[in-house]
């Protein structure tokens, strides 16, 4: 019966405390300041502060409602296309240098697990996703780097309601992708010269791989990789704080890794990095049985299979001009 009683006052106890989470840490002005707060009768000149940690209705929500993560992104997009494409190549540099990181870091935890790859394969693979991209992506999205492959969503999106051009768009895709082979391609080759990867077999062997696949595969593993990778950047969008921002990001980014997809800018330095490293790899090789098919997968990705369907959701995709 003690037992039962204690349980019974916990729980009323909880339940008080939770009660009153809405209104604990609201801070309100008072109506008229009290006596003590005035000198000499004078009316006092400072404006009533407003603090609130949490609730209250000019609080900015965390996670906006879905047409206004469409609408967002569809703004976000807008403004990559009008920057110069000096700003779009530099800003490249920095995200294919943001992404190569992430990919140094999977290489260098998730592909230096032979035993546990062995004894458990899909251990190993969630320890290569988890560890590495999704970092990369974070530090794109939060210092506003322009990733190629997220531009393939956010600019079509803002072409396709009437926000930019075409011409835009060429500029925008154009000056991000050749920034991103940039960055990638300078810190492969930093990556190199460290020698932190020791005589580690992996970015040897995982180069060979993604420069083995037929032409369907990679433009198939292509579309796949960017959807999750558009759908990580398109909810980050949404995201009020930092935090929320991380775990859009961590999830799909994780996922795509994992799985075994192919993402262009993330293979702009993994298979230079194999090559340099000995992978029997030629440049025709890198550039033809895989970039070349990934990126258009990725362009499908991004484009028709993220910004496509929320665009006929919420937009004005496939719908006629009148309606």
């Given amino acids: 019966h003690q037992r039962k009683i204690m349980v019974l006052f916990r729980s009323g106890l909880i339940a008080c405390l939770l009660a009153s989470t809405s ?60 920057a110069s494409w000096e700003k779009i190549f530099k800003l490249g540099i920095a995200a294919g240098c943001h992404i190569g990181f992430g990919s140094y870091l999977a290489i260098t935890v998730g592909g230096a697990c032979p035993a546990i790859a062995e004894a458990n394969p899909g251990l190993q693979k969630i320890i290569f996703g988890a560890f590495g991209l999704p970092f990369g992506l974070i530090m794109t999205l939060v210092t506003g780097a322009e990733l190629f492959t997220g531009n393939t969503a956010l600019v079509t999106g803002a072409v396709m309601e009437g926000k930019t051009s075409v011409k835009d768009l060429i500029k925008n895709w154009t000056a991000s992708y050749a920034g991103n082979f940039v960055g990638s391609l300078i810190l492969a080759y930093l990556a190199f010269k460290s020698g932190t990867l020791g005589a580690a077999p992996a970015s040897v062997a995982i180069a060979t791989a993604k420069c083995s696949m037929p032409f369907e595969v990679a433009f198939t593993r292509g579309i796949l990789c960017n959807w999750l990778v558009c759908m990580a950047v398109y909810m980050a969008s949404g995201c009020a704080s930092l935090a929320g921002k991380m775990v859009a990001v961590w999830f799909p980014i994780s996922a ?19 090559m340099l490293r000995g992978a029997n790899i030629s440049v025709a090789d890198f550039l033809v049985k895989n970039l070349i098919p990934v990126t258009l997968g990725n362009i ?3 484009a028709l299979c993220v910004m496509g369907l929320y665009g006929s959701a ?10």
């Fill in 23 to 82: 209104s604990a840490f609201a801070f309100k002005p008072t109506a008229q300041p009290p006596a003590f707060a005035q000198r000499n009768n004078a009316p006092s000149t400072r404006s009533p502060v407003n603090l609130s940690m949490s609730g209250g209705a000019d609080a900015v929500p965390d996670l906006k409602a879905p047409p206004a993560i469409y609408a967002g992104a569809v703004a976000a997009g807008a403004a990559k296309a009008s």
């Fill in 314 to 323: 919420y937009g004005k995709w496939f719908k006629p001009k009148d309606e």
């Fill in 256 to 274: 795509f890794v994992a799985l075994g997809l192919d993402h262009s800018v993330a293979n702009m330095f993994i298979i230079p990095l194999g």
């Fill in 300 to 302: 499908v990705g991004g």
